[in-house]
């Protein structure tokens, strides 16, 4: 079971209600995790598989919210159209066919923020999404791109960009050689002759899923419009770590709208 350290500080501000300490020593476990710590300062759980939307502190806020009677039934989030689409060219059936995707506007990001959603990501990747095979989610900075996207399969060779954490271009085969993430995960890409990648109208690479997003969209504390990217080989297990991330932003703020998605 993968195991979450959630600040108390953060966590109190997001159940938005008085709790007491020794209530949530003896409730806590209820919620079917194995409680490790807990204290002023911080709770360290252990997340059972079927509960990956504990994985996040807004999720596990969202869940004491509810199982403390705050806020109780199930929450509701609203997301509306935007004006943004997604077009999906049939090259990466083969390669990673499931994706799913969205906007999360207006977000109140920080330091810490912006680590928390980093840290979430990687926790759903590890777990849900099968150490990234099943499910890989890129979060990106929405106003440094142009929509409309595009996802689609490559030469490996054929493009290149500055992956995340790097500060020159690569080809997509010399990220799986030179990038830590690219020679951690290149298993992933095993056998196959072409690579899934996404980009913008002015082709722009946001990400080289399941690897590595690019440097150019890359999160700080002044990004408040995010584009998220999903895909994977199981689109019920996309759709689901698309519902847990954008319900985690909507909980910081964020307004979620839905991208048009058309398979070309």
């Not at 799913?100 to 840290?119: F, H």
């Not at 500060?167 to 072409?194: C, F, N, Q, V």
Request: charged share 30%; glycine share 6%; hydrophobic share 40%.
């Amino acid at each position: 079971m993968p195991s979450v350290e959630f600040d108390m500080g953060d966590l109190s501000h997001l159940m938005g209600c008085p709790y007491d300490l020794e209530e949530l020593r003896e409730r806590i476990p209820m919620l079917g995790v194995d409680m490790e710590r807990l204290d002023e300062e911080k709770i360290v759980l252990e997340v059972f598989p079927n509960r990956p939307d504990l994985l996040s502190v807004e999720g596990f806020a969202r869940a004491l919210r509810g199982f403390l009677g705050a806020e109780p039934g199930m929450p509701e989030y609203s997301a509306v159209d935007s004006d943004v689409t997604l077009y999906v060219d049939p090259s990466v059936d083969a390669v990673r066919p499931a994706v799913s995707t969205g906007l999360v506007l207006g977000v109140d990001l920080d330091d810490y923020t912006v680590k928390s959603v980093m840290d979430m990501q990687e926790k759903l990747h590890l777990t849900h999404g099968r150490n990234r095979l099943k499910v890989a989610i890129g979060v990106h900075d929405l106003d440094k791109v142009e929509p409309p996207f595009t996802y689609k399969a490559v030469d490996p060779d054929s493009v290149s960009f500055v992956a995340l954490d790097m500060d020159e271009e690569m080809t997509l085969s010399e990220i799986l050689e030179k990038h830590p993430k690219g020679r951690d995960y290149a298993w992933t890409l095993e056998g196959k002759s072409k690579y899934p990648l996404f980009v913008d109208s002015r082709d722009n690479v946001l990400s080289f899923p399941p690897i590595i997003n690019g440097e150019l969209t890359r999160l700080t504390p002044n990004t408040r419009n995010l584009f998220l990217d999903l895909t994977g080989n199981d689109q019920h297990a996309v759709d689901v770590a698309c519902n847990i991330i954008s319900t985690s932003l909507a909980d910081r703020g964020g307004k979620i709208e839905r991208v048009r998605v058309e398979r070309v």
